[in-house]
């Protein structure tokens, strides 16, 4: 038991590799998913490592991913915009786990404004009956935000909490219905119409598809 629950831990070292070498392949936009994939390589290995001498069922994990459709409400303007959301979920039988994640707001532009942020963080799940999987979790990472008429662009600190169901539909696929998330860009301060001087704020709420690859 012990071997093959080894040997589940190299696939998901040789998984993380690869996303790595794919993310250093790409350019513009899609090269920055280099930093999520390089954090995969980092921790997803390490975690793999402890759970293979760890007792009981801790030394199972499961490796998934996923896309959904994301609405966001951008409090700089108050622009609803919508756009793409990439996940990879690294997750042990004892409800912890790793979430990366990728965001493209590049729909419903007025402007020019667009932005796009990229996480990883803890999340915590666990089930209710054979169906449903609520989860929340907390990421950290950065956004680049593209100013009104295309007069700048920004990269900055994202602090994200958030938390959503999942709904089992097979052994490999589920629905994420839904992911909601409250993003925090606390050094994005701006003055609003009345001279206050905020922190942009990005709540949002998402639909779509997860995979388990193993």
Known sequence: MRLRRGSE?????QFSQWLCARGRGQSGRKGRLALLCAAACLIV???????????GDMGAGFLSAGVTGSAENVQYGQRRMTGITSFVDADSRRRLGFEF???WLEFRQTMDVHLETYSAGMRYHFDV??????????LIGFGDFNFPENLGTGRYLVVTGGGGLDYRLTRRFMLRVPD????????????????ETVNMTTPSVSVGLRVRIF
């Not at 831990?9 to 070292?13: D, E, T």
């Not at 009956?129 to 907390?138: L, S």
Request: proline share 9%; aromatic share 14%.
């Open 129 to 138: 009956g054979r169906r449903f999987q609520p989860y929340v979790k907390g």
């Open 180 to 195: 909601v998330e409250y993003q925090d860009w606390p050094q994005f301060s701006y003055s609003t119409s009345a001279g």
């Open 45 to 55: 290995p390490g975690a793999a490592r402890a759970q293979v001498t760890a007792p």
């Open 101 to 103: 994640e990728g965001r």
């Open 9 to 13: 831990m190299n696939r998901l070292h």
